[in-house]
Each structure stands twice: as C-alpha cells, then as structure tokens.
C-alpha cells in the first residue's frame, strides 16, 4: 500500500523559511516523478514543483524561492522554502505520478495517483 506522509509545516513570518518532508513507502519511490501541490484556503489545489530523477520544475510563483529535492535512499521529499509571503499560506501535499514513464506535464495533477494527508503551511507576521 503506498503512504506518503508529510511534515514541517507550522507558522512562520514573512521572509522566513520552512522544509517540508514526505516520507514514503509502499512503492519503489526512487522510480517515479513526484509532486508537491498546495491549496490555499477557499482555493483549488495548485502545483508547485515536481521532480523526476535529477530534474526538477517549479511554478512562477515559487521559482527562485522554493527548492525541491529527494532522498531515495530514505525514500523522502524535500521542499526547502526560502523568503516565505503570505500568500504561499495553505495545506501542502506531496503526491506520486501515476506511472514510473511520464507522458506530459508534471504540473497536470489527473496524473498523480496518491497523495499525502498534507501539512499547514502559514506565513503571517
């Protein structure tokens, strides 16, 4: 059974930092593309940032600021956070591409086939 379990979140200021972690299990996690997604309240979710093998991609709205990476070797995502805003406030989840061979973009979310229970994320002063 795949779990993927996320952690890190909490309250944080403005121009703060915060990693996430998503520690996983039930599938052979260094074979696949994974996700980290968000929802902001009231909002739909939003892709953040994936990673396949050594390659990573982020939203406009993160790029620069939040940095992806794994660890397949303790079958973990990582989601540094760096100058945090207000607006990066929501519930963020990490969640695994459907098959090991990607067909499309990452940051298409009907590929993803698990996610996470997901983790607080606030930035307010």
């Known amino acids: 059974e795949v779990q993927l379990v996320e952690s890190g979140g909490g309250l944080v200021q403005p121009g703060g930092s915060l990693r996430l972690s998503c520690a996983a299990s039930?599938?052979?996690?260094?074979?696949?593309?994974m996700s980290w997604v968000r929802q902001a309240p009231g909002k739909g979710l939003e892709w953040v940032s994936a990673i396949r093998y050594g390659v990573t991609s982020y939203a406009d709205s993160v790029k620069g600021r939040f940095t992806i990476s794994r660890d397949n070797a303790k079958n973990t995502l990582y989601l540094q956070m760096n100058s945090l805003k207000p607006e990066d406030t929501a519930v963020y989840y990490c969640?695994?591409?459907?098959?090991?061979?990607?067909?499309?973009?990452?940051?298409?979310?009907?590929?993803?086939?698990?996610w996470g229970q997901g983790t607080q994320v606030t930035v307010s002063s």
């Open positions: 969640a695994k591409y459907k098959v090991i061979r990607v067909a499309g973009p990452l940051s298409q979310l009907d590929q993803y086939d698990s």
């Open positions: 039930g599938f052979t996690f260094s074979l696949y593309a």
